[in-house]
C-alpha cells in the first residue's frame, strides 16, 4: 500500500476512535491504537511512524525480530525516537529469548510455563517486561487462558513473587469472528469484568489496560472500556498470507 494511503487511514481510524470515545462518555485520548503491521513490509511501518504512530502489534516473533531490528537501526542512525513493540499472537517458549529482546510488552501471556520462560530469560538479561493476560473469550480461537479463575490464580502467583522480572499490566483478549453484535459485546464485557474483579482482588497490581477490539470490532469495544485497540487492516490493508 502506498504510504500516503498509509498515513490518510490512521487519521481516519483515530478520528473514529476519538469519536467513539465521545459517543461513549470516555475522555479523548483513553483509547490507545496498536498498529498491527504483521504481514506488511518494514516500508509500510516506517510510513505509520512518518504520521506519528509509534505503538505496533505483531504475532509472529521471527518476522518481527527481523523487522524491527533494521527498523530500530535506521531511526537510530538517524537520531529518532524508536518505535515500541508489543507482541500479540501465540508465543512459543523457545522464542521468548528474541521476543524480549525486540518488544516491550507481551500482550498473549497465556499459561505459567511461558512466563516461567519469561521471568528466566529476563533475569539472565537483568530487565523487566510487560505482560497482559489473554482471556479466551471466543469458540473460535484457540488461544488465551480458558477462564477468568485461571487468571486470578496466575495473578496470585505473581503476588507470591513468582515473576519477579515480569510486570502484569493488562488484559487481552479476541472478540468472536460474527455479525452477531450480541456475542461481541459479551466478549468484551467479561474481559472488562476480569479486569474488575483483579483490580478488586489484587490493588497491589497496576492491572489497567484493557487490549480489545480490532478492525472489524473496535467501536464496540471502546463502548466497552478498551484502552487500546489492535488495528491492522483498516490501516495497512488486506494482508497476502
Ligand atoms: C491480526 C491481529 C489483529 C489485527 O486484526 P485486523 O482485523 O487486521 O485489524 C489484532 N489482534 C490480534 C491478536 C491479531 O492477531
Redesign the pocket.
Known amino acids: 500500500m502506498i504510504d500516503q494511503k498509509i498515513c490518510d487511514n490512521i487519521q481516519s481510524v483515530l478520528e473514529e476512535i476519538r469519536n467513539s470515545e465521545k459517543k461513549s462518555g470516555r475522555n479523548s485520548g483513553s483509547v490507545k491504537l496498536?498498529a498491527?503491521s504483521?504481514f506488511h513490509p518494514k516500508e509500510s511501518v516506517l510510513a505509520a511512524i512518518e504520521s506519528s504512530q509509534m505503538l505496533f502489534?505483531e504475532?509472529r516473533i521471527q518476522e518481527a525480530f527481523s523487522k524491527f531490528s533494521e527498523i530500530n537501526e535506521i531511526m537510530k542512525s538517524s537520531g529518532k525516537n524508536l518505535p515500541s513493540l508489543h507482541i500479540?499472537?501465540s508465543l512459543q517458549t523457545n522464542k521468548v529469548k528474541k521476543a524480549i529482546e525486540i518488544s516491550e510488552c507481551i500482550?498473549?501471556a497465556d499459561r505459567t510455563e511461558l512466563l516461567l520462560e519469561v521471568e528466566k530469560q529476563c533475569a539472565k538479561l537483568d530487565r523487566k517486561i510487560k505482560i497482559f493476560f489473554e482471556l479466551h473469550t471466543a469458540e473460535d480461537s484457540k488461544?488465551g487462558y480458558a477462564s477468568g479463575d485461571d487468571v486470578v490464580k496466575e495473578a496470585s502467583n505473581f503476588m507470591e513473587g513468582k515473576y519477579p522480572h515480569v510486570i502484569p499490566a493488562g488484559l487481552?483478549t479476541?472478540a468472536p469472528f460474527t455479525d452477531n453484535e450480541f456475542l461481541v459485546h459479551k466478549s468484551f464485557e467479561s474481559l472488562r469484568n476480569l479486569k474488575e474483579r483483579l483490580n478488586k482482588e489484587f490493588p497491589s497490581l497496576d492491572i489497567s489496560e484493557l487490549?480489545m477490539g480490532?478492525?472489524?470490532d473496535?467501536k464496540i469495544a471502546i463502548e466497552e472500556g478498551s484502552t487500546m485497540v489492535?488495528?491492522?487492516?483498516?490501516?495497512?490493508g488486506e494482508?497476502t498470507y
Open positions: 496498536c498491527v504483521k502489534g504475532n500479540i499472537g500482550q498473549s488461544s487481552m479476541m487490549s480490532m478492525s472489524g473496535y489492535r488495528i491492522g487492516t483498516a490501516i495497512f494482508r
